[in-house]
């Protein structure tokens, strides 16, 4: 039977565990049996990173996590050398990488630094797409960082990131979440001013996106999806992807009262479907700051206890938004803190099990291959 429950300890950010303690603790449990493994799979939101609080996850991490077999023997050639049902894990054909403020230049000016990201995603991208490390075409699509408040000036920054993504650079996060308490907002990706998205410089400089054919990832908590639905009113011709289903938050001030968060989440997320410019990546309900005890449990959860408690989250958007607008993420590795990729996607799988054969094309490879411009499998 599936087990739900709320976090009881304090709010640490979304990196509770270190990786040398995750991987302890998800070796506690094996890898399920993966559930439909051969439905196509786009991944439309991982990250890579290497830094001293968040830890390190370059490909073979991602590559390992994909496999879901747990297996010690990540060498390239090992992984390619696989046939694919040896490989295990879900069908992921192709993944999009989504900025983390991971290897800025340190040289030149301060708006031109996030093309650092661009340049080293871009080099993972070109080892995956040589066909060594496995048929997953990882990074396929590259959304980047840029200073929207630069204003106009912010156009120079975005040419230069198209120039330098090797035809995968599709558009750019800018994170304006913000949070009144200290318990949560302490522990924001960056420090930005409440309401930033309602900003005239802000706006000025998002206006230079769709004429580049970019689109915009937007991540907020869920108090400020008004802002976010303001902001898809006001620029109609901006695809917009709302990132973790909104952003709800369970921790801090917010524990408690997931029943009334989650009323008013309701008619922000319907109110946000009525923009046709808006889609939505369904996930990113595995950090810890979206309240569940997942990461405190001595044994990671089953697919059933994830699939029991992020329902609650992934219907609604799915039945205000429509499968066409939908996508699947893993989020990976924040999500990770809640347990295995192999469970995530099982997960997923469980809540979509009486959707038709083209409805999972449209949640799970359809919808990402349209918004990126990838190759539909």
Known sequence: MAQIGDSKGEYRGTQHRN???????????????????????????HHFWDTPTRGRYFLPDLLSDIRGSRRSDDSPDAVSGRSASARGGHNI??????????MYRKAGPAEMAPLGEVEFVNGIAAMSASGSYG???????????????????????????????GGRFRGIRYGVSWDGSDAVGKFAARFVPPHLALDPKFREGFAQLAGLGLSFDSWQYH????????????FPDTTIILNHVGGVLGVGPYAGHRREIGAAWRKDIAELAKCPNVNVKLGGVGMTSFGFDFHERDVPPSSEDLA???????????EAFGVNRCMFESNFPPDKQSGGYTELWNAFKRITANASATEKTALYSGTAARVYRMTAP
């Open 308 to 318: 029991a408690a992020w329902r609650q989250y992934i219907e609604p958007c799915i």
């Open 93 to 102: 054909v192709a993944t999009v990488f989504l900025e983390c403020h991971a």
């Open 135 to 165: 048929p997953t075409r990882v990074a396929e699509a590259i959304i980047g960082h840029a200073d929207l408040t630069l204003g106009t000036r912010v156009r120079e920054v975005l040419e230069a990131e198209l120039a330098v993504g």
């Open 223 to 234: 108090p400020q999806l008004p802002d976010a639905i303001d902001l898809a009113r006001a």
């Open 19 to 45: 990786d040398a303690e995750l991987k302890g603790w998800l070796a506690k449990r094996p890898s399920e049996t993966t559930l439909e493994p051969d439905l196509p799979i786009i991944d439309p939101h």
